[in-house]
């Protein structure tokens, strides 16, 4: 089964650059092409697609907005894959706390778009955890802990806080399997839990709540506590 994309972008040559890169891949199918973040949110509607790739700068509604809107209203579970020309910090973070899964630069090389999209379809992110750091270090330096989020921590067991920890820090799962003296499966395993009880989409939201919520803070580079 071919993985179903929308394509969103305001520039039409920009737009069909992508859609043209993604057609010659026999497991991608681009249903839909959108030039404003209504048109996004109208082709998402439509088409139910499994991946979005958004711009962030489009008229009548950005793709930040669109983003929000479109994951909020979904119901099959798609993904949104940020597009944009700007490397602001601002950006990245925001179109994280949207619910998108990815934030790639426009100027990645064209054979790594179709692995994009499908790292995004089978639920991974595209950040790296030296990129996680970065943005996550400087966006939560002035942050006012969320008590809503520090509240559901108490779903957590102790095992679980110092995974979702780890995780805010950029380890992988090997990582934490070798920090911690456990299995890598059972990392994966507690990562899935983390996930339900907390009502998360992916990795990247687990690092988004673990600093809001104050369980890790900027700086602190120590696994658990």
Known sequence: MSIRVVVADDQALVRRG?????RVHHDIEV?????????????????????????IRMPEMDGLEATSRILE???????VLILTTFDPDEYVYE???SGASAFVLKDIPPEQLATAVRTV??????????????????????????????ARLERLTGREREIMTAVARG????????????????????VSSILTKLGLRDRIQIVICAYESGLVEAGDHDVGH
């Open 95 to 97: 179109a994280l706390r």
């Open 18 to 22: 992508f859609t043209m890169i993604l």
């Open 73 to 79: 209203e979904a119901d099959w579970g798609p993904r």
């Open 171 to 190: 380890a992988s799962n090997a990582e934490i399997a070798e920090q911690l003296v456990i299995g890598a499966a059972t990392v994966k395993s507690h």
């Open 31 to 55: 249903v839909a092409e959108a030039g404003t973040g209504l048109q996004a949110v109208e082709a998402a509607r439509r088409h139910r697609p499994d991946v979005i790739l958004m711009d």
């Open 121 to 150: 379809a089978e639920g991974g992110t595209l950040l790296a955890p030296s990129i996680t750091r970065r943005f996550i270090d400087r966006f939560t330096r002035r942050r006012i802990v969320n008590t809503a989020a520090a």
